[in-house]
């Protein structure tokens, strides 16, 4: 049957040194040069659609402080860039995020909201927009507790619409 006895292999203890994980990952401010390596990758991440022109250098530059690198042994692994907003003072608004295939479903894109997060403190709204036909994105927000603000159909010009999300921390 299905039962398992005492001594089974999920009955044992595993010593306390099994569950001391090091960071899988490095994650650190954006630099300049790590615009190269970002860049070169976008439109692979993201299914050979084009999207290296919606992420300008301007962010490795003048964001650095809210946008970050993540990398296992110096491999790129994830980046974000955000910043404060200028206008609404309590704002701040997550602009481009991205996971390599190989490390999506590791809580590597919850690891770079969590340092977006702290990294904007003492704000305590934060925004972002994605397509309203990306379920996995959307998927993603909700269970990181963004909720759809409303979905606005020429957002990014005629007919490209976004759902345009918030959080409140």
Not at 28 to 43: G, H, N, Q, S
Request: net charge negative; proline share 5%; charged share 25%.
């Amino acid at each position: 049957g299905g039962e398992r006895g005492a001594g089974s292999r999920d009955d044992r203890v595993l010593p306390v040194e099994a569950h001391t994980l090091e960071p899988m990952y490095s994650i650190r401010p954006a630099e300049p040069a790590d615009y190269a390596r970002v860049i070169a990758v976008v439109d692979e991440w993201w299914g050979g659609r084009q999207m290296a022109a919606m992420l300008p250098k301007l962010f490795f530059v003048h964001f650095r402080d809210t946008s970050f690198v993540a990398e296992p042994g110096g491999e790129l692994a994830g980046f974000l860039c955000g910043f404060r907003s200028q206008t609404f003072d309590d704002e701040a608004y997550i602009h481009f995020v991205g996971v390599a295939p190989l490390h999506r479903k590791s809580g590597l894109g919850r690891e770079l909201y969590d340092r977006f997060f702290s990294a904007v403190a003492p704000r305590s709204i934060v925004r972002a927009v994605t397509s309203p036909l990306n379920e996995k994105s959307l998927a993603f927000h909700a269970a990181l507790g963004f909720d759809v603000a409303r979905i606005d159909e020429n957002y990014d010009g005629a007919g490209e619409s976004r759902a345009l999300l918030v959080k409140r921390l």
